[in-house]
């Protein structure tokens, strides 16, 4: 297995990894409070996208999509305002974390969109799947890889699987097998099942320090 930037060689192939940052961390925290190690995350996802009998694929890079929420949204709230601007804030320094600690990781590139926050004082993104539906579609058309390694469990995203299988490259789809529309996982040409189990097991979560 290979990790690095650049053209492929005879007999390997392209991957490009996009995660949607919001399942991940959820059906993660579900069960645990580790932290997730992205580079050993990207290693365990480029195994799992090896074709047919390709020496071995060749991750190009692992975008990670989130929306952030804006502390401006909270004067929309009227008699929670108050309420909304804490939880705002307490989130944004808990991401602002994770988000650094993802940059900081080679070939990895954050995309953001916006997190609304709710009268139930819930967030809903927006915009997210709309960045990670361009930019995975304008990378296939720009033949910038040949495999896709998709982290989503929404069925929003199965029109999104068919266009770039119409256009040439393969999709697999990273799942966790509780919290995934079957739809989805029919569409696309390879998939694998996450569990917390294996990611410990794999050193992809890790306690935090």
Known sequence: MSIMSGASFPGTHKVMIFIDGNYLVKNISEKTDG????????????????????????????YYYDGKPDVRD?????????????????????QDDELTKIRNTDLFDVRLGHAVITRNLEFRQKGVDLLLGIDMISKAYEGQYDVAVLVAGDSDFIELVQAVKHIGPRVIGAYFDHNVRKELTDSFDKRFELSVENLVANKIIEKKK
């Open 74 to 94: 909270a004067e929309n709230l009227d008699e929670k305002k108050q309420e909304a601007k804490e939880k705002i804030e307490n989130t944004l320094k808990i």
């Open 35 to 62: 932290a997730i190690n992205y580079d050993a995350l990207a290693r365990y996802l480029n195994t799992h996208a090896r074709f047919d009998n390709h020496i071995g694929p060749i991750m190009i890079r692992a």
